[in-house]
């Protein structure tokens, strides 16, 4: 439709200028700016736009000579083709000529596409005759389908038309190829996203689900209707008219998003980071308090790409019958109600599910029974559509469907696929209420990389994945649990609810448990069965804080942990439901590191158990035992047991309860013989516990945990655990373990290159370097006030969590403010969870001796007030 906005006056020819050009895109970017908030809608906008762009380049082609040459055409093609331009769009044009350009007309042609450049138009361009657009368009999809799009601004018509008819004919791009290739172009990008459309940093256009997939569908209807107008689609009876309006309705949202997005950049950019989240959904009239504005923007958005996806399934779906002919496939019956369409289960009844809601459970019950189905038919997505909007209450309320539902949910396959399709065709939000609150709720924070629903449903699919041969090399453990689990059901359950009370008031895993229990009951399931299943979702924090933030090492933590879990078969489900959620949260989180933390507390737990909760460990016992296990190894090398014990009187107890036989005596080989004048720095050379080792031995000097730590920041590496302890004549035998910034252990060089930094600093004893790097662009966008608490513990030292932002330096900056304080610091946890830090520290006074309270106070003051600047 042409529109009737009056935009800004465009510079004559004689006056057009470098200066005079930028003027009037400034003015017009204001202008659309301007119009889009008092609410002009956006197609009228996007193509006020396009229309402009036609008028500046028809100018400036005149102004550059260019009109003089009738030989030339200049072709709008791609989105600028379609007359589609958001604020910041690429303007992708085509000079085409039927012989090749001669050198005067090619410095003409070079000016003109200089000028575009200068006054910051994003263009992409080509020089091509005829028969190489031709050539080329037949080698290349995208630049066919940019040729489709094309659409004449100035110059020879006659030429003009003869692309038109060479691109439209059935020689050029057969219909059945370019659907192919669209197709497979559409999978590859999918891939490149890994198939998530639920990412929380989206791109508004390639997206799965996004603008690239209405597009896609249109391309394809171009191609083999002749028009590429969604209402064509209603015509070829391949859309009804409410599914047209529909798609319609999506692509002008996501034109919404794009154009506010635009408006708030300096350059082309259709990804909606986080930093740019607030200022779009603000244009776009959400509003509310803090990050509310973004959820709603986010759970709108993410809604909107599900629907898409589905609609763009099911026209492709129905594509491949009526361009490739493809409808001949293999029926077979499945039961009364389904049949087999080749891989795909379809309903015999176009009105099945409105007449028989539960029947919608009992083809997942198929799909589960049967895994040569990959999918949906067209015609039973449809309905499955149909039935969803129609329905007035909930499928959990119908008692037929509760009985179908437990039968699925004890189905071994039901992690797989079924959960799968449930999930993206809106099934689980139809069963029952709590599932519908979290379809697209965004979780505002680094950590969490999908929506809560998404996330939900990978934790199943990580589940799922226990019982394949090849995850075992990632997950031994799980994969050795899952299978002898008594009841996977109630694990599924479990983590179908771990997280359904995100974005509720209130503790996520306590109202998650009380909703769980709820729906079991109700489901039929025994009270016992439920309240595991409660439990579950309670504590499905639990291993992971304890692994992650507690000192596992300590006999204390174990038992407190085992009188939770207090049996073997609730620590085997934990175990994998907490493995599952950290692999879900996103796609950089799992790491050795944590898979060793989770083992160790694994099976610590597990000996706890079956020597009985009554029964403490023997301490002195362990250490016995270590020692004995080391000196065997230190004798292979040539020691005797008595060089050994030695060398081990100057350590006290706590040094061999909290190593193993293997790092005591890797200590030992290096630290027999050595110069007490000059540090001992060891790095290890392969992975320990899931990250790489730094042990450090040398005459105490002030805060050299502090030291390290700088030293350590500037080096890009994360420490995430540490043991700070001194022998009994004075030396410090410090353990650290560290990470580089992707999570994993150190290589061979990188290693050896620290120990000899690390060794050199110490040998010096050089004052903490507090060199302040750069924040990354996304923990900017997030604001968390410090909080420094005192927990619970015994003995002579003090427990402190500290809760900050992770910035560049966080823990160089906290060992300052202990150093300060002449505090020392015995043990540390680092935990980063997305933007936020969670440290533990095992601190004393310069007495040795725990805080006071007055202490306590002060150095909270005193912390707090330092990581807020």
Known sequence: METTLAAPPLPC?????????????????????????????????????????????NCLWKHFGLADHPELSLLAVGGYGRGELHPRSDIDILILTREQVKSAIADKISAFITLLWDIRLDVGQSVRTLKECLELGLEDITIATNLQESRLLFGDKALYQELCMAVCAD?????????????????????????????????????PGGLRDIQTICWVAGRHFGSSDLDELTKQNFLTLAECRELQDCRDFLWRVRFALHIHLPKSDDRLLFDRQLAVAQSLGYSGEHNAPVERLMKHFFQTVRRISELNEMLLQLFDEAILGNTAMDVQPVDENFMLRGNLIDSANGQ???????????????????PKITGIYSATLRQLREARRRLTHWLQDIPECRRYFRRLIKHPNVTGLPLTLMHRYGVLST???????????????????????????????????????????????????????ERPDLLA??????????????????????????????????????????????????????AQRRDIYDPEVITEFAKVVRDQRHLDMLLCLTVADICATNDDTWNSWKRTLLSELYNSTQK????????????????????????????????????????????????FLRHTPQQIAWHSDHLWGHSEDQPLVLVSRRATRGGTEIFIHCQDIPHLFASVAAELDQKNLNIHDAQIMSSRDGFVLDTFVVLDHEGEPLSLERGILLQQTLAEKLHVAAPIDLKQRRVPRQVQQFS?????????????????????????????????????????????????????????????????????PEQKQQLKSILEQALKQ
């Open 13 to 57: 020819v004689e006056e057009i200028s470098l200066k005079s050009s930028k003027r009037y895109l400034d003015e017009l970017q204001e202008y659309l700016a301007d119009q889009f908030n008092q609410g002009v809608h956006v197609v009228e906008l996007v193509q006020l736009r396009s229309q402009q762009m036609d008028l500046l380049l």
């Open 608 to 655: 706890a158990l079956r020597r009985g909760l009554e029964n403490p460990v023997d301490i002195r016992g362990v250490i016995r035992d270590k020692q004995k296990k080391a000196i065997q190894q230190l004798e292979l090398k040539g020691y005797s047991e008595e060089q050994v014990r030695g060398l081990w009187q100057r350590f006290r107890a706590d040094y």
């Open 171 to 207: 020689s050029f791009w057969p219909s059945e190829a370019f659907f192919r290739a669209k197709k497979d172009e559409q999978l590859s990008r999918h891939r490149q996203y890994k198939g998530n459309a639920y990412s929380l940093e989206p791109d508004i256009k390639a997206n």
């Open 493 to 546: 359950l479990a983590a179908i609810f771990h997280d359904i009370a995100k974005g509720r008031k209130g503790d996520h895993s306590t109202l998650g448990a009380v909703d769980a229990e709820e729906f079991c009951l109700a489901h039929g399931f025994s009270k016992p069965s439920a309240r595991t299943v409660a439990w579950l979702v309670k504590h499905h924090l639990l291993m992971s804080v304890t």
């Open 352 to 370: 099945l599910f409105l007449q028989q809601p539960e029947q919608i459970l009992v083809m997942f019950l198929h799909i589960a029974d049967n």
């Open 431 to 485: 069963y029952f209420p709590a599932w519908s609150r979290i379809v697209g709720q965004m979780q505002f924070d680094l950590f969490h990389a999908f929506t809560v629903d998404e996330h939900t449903h990978r934790l199943i699919n990580k589940i799922h994945s226990f019982n394949d041969e090849k995850t075992k090399e990632v997950h031994p453990l799980c994969c050795q649990v899952y299978p002898r689990l």
């Open 784 to 852: 968390i006030a410090p909080r420094v608490e005192f927990l619970p513990t015994k003995g002579n030292r003090t427990l402190i969590e500290v809760v900050a932002l992770d910035k560049p330096g966080l823990l160089a900056k906290i060992s300052a403010v202990f150093q300060s304080f002449n505090y020392t610091i015995h043990a540390a946890k680092v935990t980063t969870i997305g933007e936020k830090a969670e440290d533990f520290f095992s601190i004393s006074n310069c007495e040795r001796e725990k805080l006071s």
